[in-house]
T-cell receptor, first 116, second 112 residues
Framework: ETGVTQTPRHLVMGMTNKKSLKCEQH?????MYWYKQSAKKPLELMFV???????ENNSVPSRFSPECPNSSHLFLHLHTLQPEDSALYLC???????????????FGPGTRLTVL | KNQVEQSPQSLIILEGKNCTLQ??????????LRWYKQDTGRGPVSLTI?????NTKSNGRYTATLDADTKQSSLHITASQLSDSASYIC???????????FGGGTRVLVKP
Protein backbone atom coordinates (compact mmCIF):
# COMPACT_ATOMS: atom_id res chain seq x y z
CA GLU A 1 0.00 0.00 0.00
CA THR A 2 1.12 3.55 -0.73
CA GLY A 3 -0.03 5.16 2.55
CA VAL A 4 -2.87 6.98 0.82
CA THR A 5 -6.39 5.67 1.36
CA GLN A 6 -9.60 6.63 -0.39
CA THR A 7 -13.23 5.95 0.43
CA PRO A 8 -15.51 4.84 -0.96
CA ARG A 9 -13.82 2.69 -3.59
CA HIS A 10 -16.97 2.63 -5.72
CA LEU A 11 -19.84 5.10 -5.85
CA VAL A 12 -22.98 5.23 -7.97
CA MET A 13 -25.03 8.39 -7.77
CA GLY A 14 -27.85 10.14 -9.54
CA MET A 15 -27.48 13.58 -11.03
CA THR A 16 -29.43 15.18 -8.18
CA ASN A 17 -27.49 13.48 -5.37
CA LYS A 18 -24.87 15.02 -3.12
CA LYS A 19 -21.96 12.85 -2.11
CA SER A 20 -18.40 13.24 -0.87
CA LEU A 21 -15.16 11.45 -1.61
CA LYS A 22 -12.60 11.13 1.16
CA CYS A 23 -8.84 10.83 1.02
CA GLU A 24 -6.43 10.33 3.89
CA GLN A 25 -2.65 10.12 3.81
CA HIS A 26 -0.48 8.59 6.51
CA UNK A 27 2.87 9.77 5.11
CA UNK A 28 3.28 13.08 6.89
CA UNK A 29 3.03 14.94 3.60
CA UNK A 30 1.96 18.54 3.22
CA UNK A 31 0.57 18.54 -0.30
CA MET A 32 -2.53 16.73 -1.54
CA TYR A 33 -4.04 16.47 -5.00
CA TRP A 34 -7.25 15.42 -6.75
CA TYR A 35 -7.03 13.90 -10.22
CA LYS A 36 -9.67 12.69 -12.65
CA GLN A 37 -8.95 9.67 -14.85
CA SER A 38 -11.45 9.07 -17.64
CA ALA A 39 -11.37 6.08 -19.92
CA LYS A 40 -8.65 6.36 -22.57
CA LYS A 41 -7.60 9.84 -21.44
CA PRO A 42 -4.54 11.00 -19.50
CA LEU A 43 -4.87 11.88 -15.85
CA GLU A 44 -6.23 15.37 -15.38
CA LEU A 45 -5.16 17.42 -12.39
CA MET A 46 -8.16 19.01 -10.65
CA PHE A 47 -6.97 20.61 -7.42
CA VAL A 48 -3.78 21.07 -5.43
CA UNK A 49 -3.54 21.85 -1.73
CA UNK A 50 -0.29 22.74 -0.02
CA UNK A 51 -0.27 23.15 3.76
CA UNK A 52 -4.11 23.16 3.67
CA UNK A 53 -4.24 26.05 1.22
CA UNK A 54 -5.60 25.56 -2.29
CA UNK A 55 -2.82 26.45 -4.70
CA GLU A 56 -4.33 25.25 -7.95
CA ASN A 57 -7.80 24.87 -9.42
CA ASN A 58 -7.48 23.55 -12.94
CA SER A 59 -10.67 25.15 -14.28
CA VAL A 60 -12.83 22.56 -12.55
CA PRO A 61 -16.64 23.07 -12.68
CA SER A 62 -18.17 24.30 -9.44
CA ARG A 63 -20.18 21.09 -9.04
CA PHE A 64 -16.87 19.71 -7.68
CA SER A 65 -15.98 21.34 -4.36
CA PRO A 66 -12.77 20.37 -2.55
CA GLU A 67 -12.11 20.71 1.16
CA CYS A 68 -8.84 20.25 3.01
CA PRO A 69 -9.36 20.55 6.78
CA ASN A 70 -5.77 19.52 7.55
CA SER A 71 -2.71 18.21 5.74
CA SER A 72 -3.77 14.60 6.18
CA HIS A 73 -7.31 14.78 4.87
CA LEU A 74 -8.82 15.85 1.60
CA PHE A 75 -12.45 15.74 0.51
CA LEU A 76 -14.19 16.19 -2.80
CA HIS A 77 -17.81 17.19 -2.46
CA LEU A 78 -20.01 16.33 -5.41
CA HIS A 79 -23.39 17.78 -6.36
CA THR A 80 -25.56 17.84 -9.48
CA LEU A 81 -23.02 15.87 -11.46
CA GLN A 82 -23.40 14.87 -15.10
CA PRO A 83 -22.97 11.42 -16.63
CA GLU A 84 -19.73 12.59 -18.27
CA ASP A 85 -18.29 13.08 -14.79
CA SER A 86 -18.16 9.30 -14.43
CA ALA A 87 -14.50 8.43 -13.99
CA LEU A 88 -11.85 7.21 -11.57
CA TYR A 89 -11.03 9.96 -9.08
CA LEU A 90 -7.52 9.65 -7.69
CA CYS A 91 -6.07 11.36 -4.67
CA UNK A 92 -2.33 11.82 -4.28
CA UNK A 93 0.01 13.33 -1.74
CA UNK A 94 3.60 14.55 -1.76
CA UNK A 95 5.99 16.14 0.69
CA UNK A 96 5.43 19.66 -0.56
CA UNK A 97 4.12 20.79 -3.91
CA UNK A 98 6.61 23.65 -4.05
CA UNK A 99 9.73 22.12 -2.51
CA UNK A 100 11.23 20.78 -5.67
CA UNK A 101 10.19 19.10 -8.85
CA UNK A 102 11.56 15.67 -7.85
CA UNK A 103 8.94 15.47 -5.12
CA UNK A 104 7.23 12.12 -5.76
CA UNK A 105 3.47 11.90 -5.62
CA UNK A 106 1.94 8.84 -3.95
CA PHE A 107 -1.47 7.87 -5.22
CA GLY A 108 -4.43 6.30 -3.50
CA PRO A 109 -6.42 3.46 -5.08
CA GLY A 110 -9.08 5.80 -6.42
CA THR A 111 -12.85 6.03 -6.24
CA ARG A 112 -14.71 4.64 -9.26
CA LEU A 113 -17.62 7.06 -9.72
CA THR A 114 -20.62 6.34 -11.91
CA VAL A 115 -23.20 9.08 -12.47
CA LEU A 116 -26.55 7.84 -13.72
CA LYS B 1 1.61 23.24 -25.93
CA ASN B 2 3.11 20.91 -23.34
CA GLN B 3 2.37 17.35 -24.36
CA VAL B 4 3.43 13.81 -23.56
CA GLU B 5 2.79 11.15 -26.19
CA GLN B 6 3.21 7.45 -25.51
CA SER B 7 3.44 4.52 -27.88
CA PRO B 8 2.20 1.98 -28.44
CA GLN B 9 -1.23 2.44 -26.88
CA SER B 10 -1.27 -1.22 -26.01
CA LEU B 11 0.78 -4.34 -26.53
CA ILE B 12 0.63 -8.03 -25.79
CA ILE B 13 3.77 -9.99 -24.97
CA LEU B 14 4.51 -13.53 -23.90
CA GLU B 15 5.76 -14.21 -20.41
CA GLY B 16 9.53 -14.12 -20.27
CA LYS B 17 9.94 -11.80 -23.24
CA ASN B 18 11.24 -8.24 -23.21
CA CYS B 19 9.45 -5.12 -24.38
CA THR B 20 10.10 -1.41 -24.74
CA LEU B 21 7.65 1.42 -24.31
CA GLN B 22 8.19 4.87 -25.78
CA UNK B 23 7.49 8.36 -24.53
CA UNK B 24 7.98 11.60 -26.46
CA UNK B 25 7.40 14.97 -24.88
CA UNK B 26 7.36 18.65 -25.71
CA UNK B 27 7.18 19.93 -22.12
CA UNK B 28 9.48 22.88 -21.60
CA UNK B 29 11.35 23.90 -19.59
CA UNK B 30 12.00 20.30 -18.60
CA UNK B 31 12.66 19.28 -15.03
CA UNK B 32 12.25 15.52 -14.75
CA LEU B 33 10.51 12.50 -16.21
CA ARG B 34 8.82 9.72 -14.29
CA TRP B 35 7.39 6.37 -15.20
CA TYR B 36 4.43 5.09 -13.23
CA LYS B 37 2.85 1.65 -13.23
CA GLN B 38 -0.90 1.47 -12.74
CA ASP B 39 -2.56 -1.87 -12.08
CA THR B 40 -6.22 -2.18 -12.98
CA GLY B 41 -8.38 -0.64 -10.27
CA ARG B 42 -5.41 0.88 -8.45
CA GLY B 43 -3.62 4.19 -8.32
CA PRO B 44 -0.31 4.72 -10.18
CA VAL B 45 2.91 3.70 -8.43
CA SER B 46 6.21 5.41 -9.21
CA LEU B 47 8.83 3.22 -10.93
CA THR B 48 11.60 5.66 -11.83
CA ILE B 49 12.37 9.34 -11.93
CA UNK B 50 15.09 10.93 -14.03
CA UNK B 51 16.36 14.47 -14.11
CA UNK B 52 17.97 16.26 -17.03
CA UNK B 53 21.44 14.89 -16.35
CA UNK B 54 20.43 11.24 -16.01
CA ASN B 55 20.40 8.96 -19.03
CA THR B 56 19.26 5.74 -17.48
CA LYS B 57 17.75 4.42 -14.28
CA SER B 58 16.76 0.93 -13.25
CA ASN B 59 14.26 -0.47 -10.80
CA GLY B 60 14.52 -4.25 -10.81
CA ARG B 61 13.49 -5.51 -14.24
CA TYR B 62 12.43 -2.01 -15.31
CA THR B 63 15.01 0.22 -17.01
CA ALA B 64 14.18 3.73 -18.11
CA THR B 65 16.27 5.83 -20.48
CA LEU B 66 16.14 9.52 -21.18
CA ASP B 67 17.45 11.58 -24.09
CA ALA B 68 16.77 15.17 -23.11
CA ASP B 69 18.11 16.44 -26.43
CA THR B 70 15.56 14.58 -28.51
CA LYS B 71 12.96 14.70 -25.70
CA GLN B 72 12.44 10.97 -25.72
CA SER B 73 12.29 8.34 -23.04
CA SER B 74 11.81 4.61 -23.05
CA LEU B 75 10.88 2.02 -20.47
CA HIS B 76 12.31 -1.44 -21.00
CA ILE B 77 10.80 -4.42 -19.25
CA THR B 78 13.11 -7.44 -19.05
CA ALA B 79 11.93 -11.03 -18.70
CA SER B 80 8.30 -10.03 -18.35
CA GLN B 81 6.09 -11.61 -15.72
CA LEU B 82 2.31 -11.92 -15.54
CA SER B 83 2.33 -9.28 -12.79
CA ASP B 84 3.75 -6.77 -15.27
CA SER B 85 0.31 -6.58 -16.90
CA ALA B 86 -0.68 -2.98 -16.22
CA SER B 87 -0.75 0.50 -17.71
CA TYR B 88 2.55 2.36 -17.79
CA ILE B 89 2.32 6.11 -17.63
CA CYS B 90 5.01 8.60 -18.59
CA UNK B 91 4.85 11.85 -16.63
CA UNK B 92 6.95 14.93 -17.34
CA UNK B 93 7.48 17.68 -14.81
CA UNK B 94 7.88 21.26 -15.88
CA UNK B 95 10.52 23.30 -14.12
CA UNK B 96 9.19 26.10 -11.95
CA UNK B 97 5.93 25.14 -10.34
CA UNK B 98 6.36 21.37 -10.50
CA UNK B 99 3.46 21.04 -12.92
CA UNK B 100 3.04 17.47 -14.17
CA UNK B 101 1.92 16.50 -17.65
CA PHE B 102 0.68 12.93 -18.01
CA GLY B 103 0.87 10.73 -21.06
CA GLY B 104 -2.06 8.57 -22.05
CA GLY B 105 -0.31 5.40 -20.97
CA THR B 106 0.60 2.11 -22.63
CA ARG B 107 -1.46 -0.87 -21.62
CA VAL B 108 0.69 -4.00 -21.39
CA LEU B 109 -0.76 -7.48 -21.25
CA VAL B 110 1.59 -10.35 -20.46
CA LYS B 111 0.29 -13.75 -21.50
CA PRO B 112 1.52 -17.13 -20.26
Amino acid sequence: ETGVTQTPRHLVMGMTNKKSLKCEQHLGHNAMYWYKQSAKKPLELMFVYNFKEQTENNSVPSRFSPECPNSSHLFLHLHTLQPEDSALYLCASSQDSTSGSTDTQYFGPGTRLTVL
Amino acid sequence: KNQVEQSPQSLIILEGKNCTLQCNYTVSPFSNLRWYKQDTGRGPVSLTIMTFSENTKSNGRYTATLDADTKQSSLHITASQLSDSASYICVVSKAAGNKLTFGGGTRVLVKP
